[in-house]
């Protein structure tokens, strides 16, 4: 199955993979446990890649490390994801694009959530073969549909979301590999579904995460894998504000986003030429 994923699809083994080893430790920030079977012999690999790339052997970490930031990102969107769905009645979340996430499955939700998973149909395939005797713990819905197509909204809606409703929207994983144009027009069309205090999160890098030497051993394996990163913005708030989006942004290490595992100095905003990883969570600004 997992030879019919796209490079860019098959990142999603990484992260189920990066989540199989941190569900391993005994200090874990959350607990996974769909991860393995999600992440398969594939996603290890492609995890022991990022592993020598981030830790070489006898040489000390420049790159960011991985590891660590997949298991403060898992972490804290899993408490903002949770935290909005208990303040909304009955809410609508959607995940876009969704990958190998398994919180439908493992955290609990308010009774007469709809559980909306956005991917491309070989994604969600795979996901569906791998649990396949898994119950989701919500009324999740898989949405086969490639968010670059021109009418996906419409699939979205056949499969029951409702615009006139407060939403909550999660976009993990996925601004790092479009376009600055194509992020624009993916945050406007997302905005256009969303009734105004509907919510959204979302992770991203600044301008210089793309091109600072100490980056670029870990950015050379996901462009040898054929999935470069080819966006990043130093100002994530005015990036989604354009689109009605107010958002505040936060770094890993940043209070609230560290949990005692962020291993890097965190300069302020204010210090250029850093680079930078943000959680962006917001709201739906009225009309």
């Not at 876009?96 to 955290?107: C, F, K, N």
Request: glycine share 8%; proline share 9%.
């Amino acid at each position: 199955m997992t030879d019919v994923l796209s490079p860019v699809e098959r990142t999603a083994l990484l992260t189920a993979a990066l989540r199989a080893a941190e569900t391993s430790r005994e200090d874990r920030l959350f607990d996974d446990p769909y991860a393995g079977l999600l992440a398969g012999d594939t996603g290890f690999g492609l995890l022991r890649r990022i592993r020598e790339a981030t830790f070489p052997p006898g040489e000390e970490r420049s790159a960011p490390s991985t590891p660590d930031y997949n298991a403060i990102r898992t972490r804290f969107l899993d408490e903002w994801l949770h935290g909005a769905a208990r303040e909304d009645d009955a809410p609508q979340i959607v995940l876009a694009p969704a990958g190998m996430d398994s919180r439908a499955y493992r955290m609990d939700w308010p009774a007469g959530t709809r559980y909306f998973e956005l991917d491309r149909p070989a994604v969600l395939a795979h996901k569906a073969q791998r649990l396949a005797s898994a119950r989701p713990r919500a009324d999740r819905r898989a949405v086969a549909l490639d968010l670059t197509s021109p009418a996906w909204e419409e699939e979205l809606l056949a499969a029951g979301y409702d615009p006139a409703r407060p939403s909550v929207w999660l976009l993990e994983g996925l601004l790092y590999y479009v376009g600055e144009r194509d992020a624009h027009r993916l945050l406007g069309r997302v905005a256009a579904l969303m009734a105004p205090g509907s919510r959204i999160a979302a992770d991203l890098v600044n301008d210089a995460a793309l091109v600072l030497p100490d980056v670029q051993v870990l950015l050379k394996v996901f462009a040898d894998w054929g999935c470069p990163w080819v966006f990043g913005t130093d100002e994530p708030e005015a990036l989604f504000g354009a689109h009605g989006l107010r958002v505040a942004a936060v770094q890993p290490g940043d209070p609230g986003a560290d949990y005692g595992r962020w291993p890097d100095p965190v300069p302020p905003r204010s210090v250029p030429g850093v680079q930078r990883v943000f959680f962006v969570h917001g709201r739906k600004q009225p009309v």
